[in-house]
């Protein structure tokens, strides 16, 4: 089956500055990589998506990146707020069974 | 869009009790429900796909007779957590796709906090 590495498992950065946050997958049939952020206690929530077709999108501060050859992709967070701290996990999933495995999560702490 | 609503948001019960979870889609219907369980500071770890109207499917290692899966209509699973005990604590999640945006896209429920004495 598929597995879904993420690193790191801690990530502390300073208000404004830059995060990133990068998995690896091993099923090179999966083909959509969604990432979620959840906050203590609540539910994990989208944030942003991409799929096999595109190498890049962006929404406002967040963009995901994903090279296939590779088999990795990443979040990337730029001028981070207090308010970005949360868990994070991405996940890798083969269109049609729509059964995501899931990164073990990041816990980012944006400090301000 | 896309809502999902769990309930209860949190159980406390005896040992050897049995606690039912409820997940609801509330404005589409979905065809696949997915439930995980998550341990504080880790990751989702998936429990069971539910297709409606037919038997759940199981991830390898979680007993179907304790954990009870329903999935009687397009918009509601019930996960039945049978003769509880307190290594069962855990917050249990539910997800669920369907047609509303992308059918690959996972909704998931607020949770159910579920403590077992």
């Known amino acids: 089956g598929e597995n879904v590495e993420q690193h790191p498992s801690t990530l502390s950065v300073q208000e404004g500055d830059s995060a990133v946050i990068k998995c690896t997958y091993s099923?090179?049939?999966?083909?959509?990589f969604p990432w979620y952020k959840q906050e203590l206690g609540k539910r994990p929530q989208l944030i942003i998506d991409?799929?096999?077709?595109?190498g890049e999108k962006k929404d406002q501060r967040i963009a995901v990146t994903l090279n296939k050859t590779a088999k990795h992709f990443s979040l990337h967070i730029t001028e981070t707020q207090p308010e970005d701290s949360a868990v994070y996990f991405c996940?890798?999933?083969?269109?049609?069974?729509?059964?995501?495995?899931f990164g073990r999560g990041t816990s980012l702490i944006v400090h301000p | 869009g896309a809502v999902v609503s769990q309930h209860p948001s949190w159980v406390i019960c005896k040992s050897g009790t049995s606690v039912k979870i409820e997940c609801r889609s509330l404005?589409?219907?979905?065809?696949?429900m997915f439930w995980y369980r998550q341990f504080p500071k880790q990751s989702l770890m998936l429990m069971a796909t539910s297709n409606e109207g037919s038997k759940a499917t199981y991830e390898q290692g979680v007993e179907k007779d304790k954990f009870l899966i329903n999935h009687a209509s397009l918009t509601l699973s019930t996960l039945t957590v049978t003769s509880a005990h307190p290594e069962d604590s855990s917050f249990y999640i539910c997800?669920?796709?369907?047609?509303?945006?992308?059918?690959?896209?996972?909704?998931f429920g607020p949770g159910t906090r579920l403590t077992v004495l």
């Open positions: 099923d090179s049939a999966s083909n959509y």
């Open positions: 991409i799929r096999s077709n595109v």
């Open positions: 996940a890798a999933s083969i269109g049609g069974s729509y059964i995501p495995t």
């Open positions: 404005d589409f219907q979905a065809t696949t």
């Open positions: 997800s669920a796709n369907g047609f509303v945006g992308r059918a690959d896209t996972q909704y």
